[in-house]
Structures are given as C-alpha cells and as structure tokens.
C-alpha cells in the first residue's frame, strides 16, 4: 500500500514516470542490507520485527499528516518509502529465519508458503484500499490507513512472540532464533552453485518483470482508468496470487525448480501483454495470469535457497536473497524509468519482458546439467526430510 500510495501521490504532484520508478528504488534500496542484518546483527529476530514496525507507526502518522493539509512534496515521498523498505528488509530475513526456525524441516515448506500467501494478500489489498479509499475520501484519509494497521498489528506481535525467548530452540542442527548465525555472506556462493543460479534467476525477475510496480498509476492513465480501477489493476496480480499461494499450502509443487522458471516466464510474457493492450480487459486478464506466476515464484522464493545450503548457512542464504533483490529491483526500476522517459512506458514495458525472456532462456540453457541434478536432489531431501526430520 506504501509503494501505492507513494507511487499515487507523486503522479498527482506531477511527477515523470522516472520519478515514480524512484519511489520503487528507494523502497527496495534498504534489501541491500539484507545480508549484514542476517548474519551480524544479534538482536533477536522477533524483537526486531517489533521495534522496526515500532519506529515506522510515527513516521507513517507524519507523513499522513503533511498528506492531508497539502503540505506533502515529491522528495517527501522518497524517504517516507526508504523506511518501509527497511521494514520489508526485515521482513524477508528477520521474519522469515524466524518462521524458519520455529517450524523445523518437518513444516517449514508449509509455514513459509502460509507466510508467502500474506505477502500476496497484502499485494492484493494494498494496491485496492489505496485505490478505494482516493476515490472516496482522498489521498489524506488514504495516508492514514497504514497509521492505523501499523497499529493494530504491534500488540498482535507482542502478544504472539513474548514468549519466544523461553522456548527459543535448535532445529536440525540450526542455530537458536537469538544466536548470531553464520557468517558466510557472499562467500557461500562460492560453495553452493546451485544457490548462485537460484538468486540470478531472482535478479532476473527483479529487474525485468517487478520493476514495472511504480508504473501501475502511468499505466491506469494511457488506460483511462481512475483512482479505484488503478488500484483494482495493482491488486489483480496480488488477487490471483494469493488464491494460487493458498492452494500450494495444501498441496506444494513437488517440483519446485520447474514452479520457480516457469513463475518467471510467465510473469515477463504477461508484461509483454500489459505493454501492448490498450484495452483494459485485456490487461487484467493478463494481470492475473502473472498472479499465477507470482505465485510460483514466490512460494519458491523462499524455500529453494534454504534447501541449497547446510542448516547453519539458511539465515545467510536468506539475507543473500534479501541483499541480491536489493539490488536487482531498484537497479531495473532506474533502468524501466529512463526506457520510459526515452522511449515511452509501453515501448520500455516491452523491451523489458523481451530482454527478461531472453536472458532466462540463456541461464537456463547454459545451467541445465546442473538444475536437471539439483532438481533432483531437492525431491530427495524433501522426501528425506518429510520421514526422518523431527522439530
């Protein structure tokens, strides 16, 4: 709702497209950190998540403040989205070795699936409470609703993990949720091939298919779509994600290198269709068909780079992926932002998916011996794990 939001207002201030890709830049810019937060920072994972959401709810009532009396400016805009990115920072890593840890190997596929399935509803809401409430009440009122959800959720997670520390423990050899994991940072790409070509096949997503995001308002407007139909257009992919991601909890992917590739394809050829159309329809057929390969995708995301590495290396695996979408999602978003400002939104959206295709083809061609033998591997240790791993 954030990047929404963020995105909404700089289009009303008259802000260039390559404004509103700087408003993605600088939300995803704090994922660089990912892998320092996972490997060096000793605070406990549930306590951080707390004072993190503890430090944004000020900031939102500010800036919800500046919103309503018109006082609001462009630049404003960009720090504001620089501090929840450092909450979605948090989040892949802090939140998601939490989850890890307190599921064990029996579960954790299931638990970081359900935990992907609130990622996508909050794709699916954020977008469409934004959209709903401009229309109605206006972009002040608008501000106001992650004031109050930033509320309601702190003593939801105070009242969930107070009692953590007591019960903190070690999970298939892996640290406690408290204890400083490895440090095995970039390193540890050295040793896990297959952990290199999962994080390319994320940088590729990131930066051909995810950088369109801020670009939901420009595309609303060549659509002639309002304030509530351009947020019904940034929640049908989240819409359709959230159903898939649901399902994949009572069934996973027994494949899930093939889910991960073909998430991608999908996503970027349903780009290509977004980019063209220019009948609305159209565009969200082709939205929630990239739902469907968002959630692939993510329900992967997560689990494919800790079953690459030894137990002790999952925290480290996980801030890699954090720091890697760091930098690839802000890196395509400055890219997709020139493109749109050179060539127009819809030329750059196509070029976009076409060199997105392309590339994906390439790694896959040149990597499959080794996807082909860890694909294998990874049923094996799923089976494995599913008969003989006990939290």
Same mark, same amino acid.
């Given at each position: ?271 290509? =269709?977004?980019?063209?159309? +220019?009948?609305?329809?159209? !565009?969200? @057929?082709? %939205?929630?068909?990239?739902? /469907? &390969?968002? $959630? *692939? ?8 780079? =800790?079953?690459?590495?030894? +137990?002790?290396?999952?925290? !480290?695996? @996980?801030? %890699?992926?954090?720091?890697? /979408? &760091?930098? $690839? *999602? ?30 994906? $083809? ?30």
């Amino acid at each position: 709702m954030g990047l929404f939001l963020g995105t909404y207002l700089v289009t009303d201030l008259g802000g260039p497209p390559i404004a509103n890709q700087l408003v993605g830049v600088f939300l995803f810019a704090p994922m660089v950190a990912g892998s320092y937060v996972a490997s060096r920072v000793t605070v406990a994972p549930h306590k951080l998540v707390y004072y993190t959401e503890l430090v944004l709810l000020p900031i939102s009532v500010v800036m919800a403040v500046l919103v309503a009396t018109g006082a609001a400016q462009i630049w404003m805009v960009y720090p504001f989205l620089f501090a929840y990115g450092v909450g979605g920072m948090v989040n892949m890593t802090a939140q998601r070795g939490l989850l890890f840890t307190m599921a064990g190997p029996l579960r954790s596929t299931r638990v970081l699936n359900v935990e992907i399935t609130g990622t996508a509803s909050a794709m699916m809401l954020g977008p469409l409470m934004g959209g709903l409430s401009i229309q109605a009440l206006g972009l002040g009122a608008a501000f106001a609703i992650p004031v109050v959800l930033l509320a309601a959720s702190l003593p939801l997670l105070w009242c969930s993990t107070r009692r953590l520390p007591s019960r903190q423990r070690t999970v298939d050899g892996a640290v406690d949720a408290g204890v400083v994991p490895d440090k095995a940072d970039w390193r540890l790409l050295r040793r896990s091939r297959v952990l290199a070509v999962i994080l390319l096949v994320t940088v590729i997503c990131n930066l051909f298919y995810f950088a369109f995001l801020p670009l939901v308002p420009v595309i609303a407007g060549y659509l002639d779509a309002g304030p509530a139909m351009a947020g019904v257009i940034g929640a049908t992919a989240g819409v359709v994600q959230l159903l898939v991601a649901a399902a994949l909890i009572i069934r996973p992917t027994r494949n899930p290198w093939s889910a991960y590739v073909f998430g991608v394809a999908l996503c970027l050829c349903c780009l290509g =269709v977004v980019a063209c159309t +220019p009948v609305l329809s159209l !565009a969200l @057929l082709a %939205l929630g068909l990239a739902g /469907i &390969g968002q $959630a *692939l995708f993510g329900s992967t995301q997560a689990t494919l780079p =800790v079953d690459s590495v030894a +137990p002790h290396e999952r925290a !480290a695996a @996980l801030g %890699l992926l954090s720091t890697t /979408i &760091g930098v $690839a *999602l802000p890196a395509g978003m400055i890219m997709l932002g020139i493109a749109s400002s050179l060539l127009g939104t819809r030329p750059a959206m196509l070029a976009s998916a076409m060199i997105g295709l392309t590339v994906l $083809a390439m790694t896959l061609l040149c990597n499959r011996p080794l996807l082909r033998a860890s694909g294998s591997a990874v049923s094996i240790g799923g089976e494995r794990n599913t008969i003989s791993a006990q939290p």
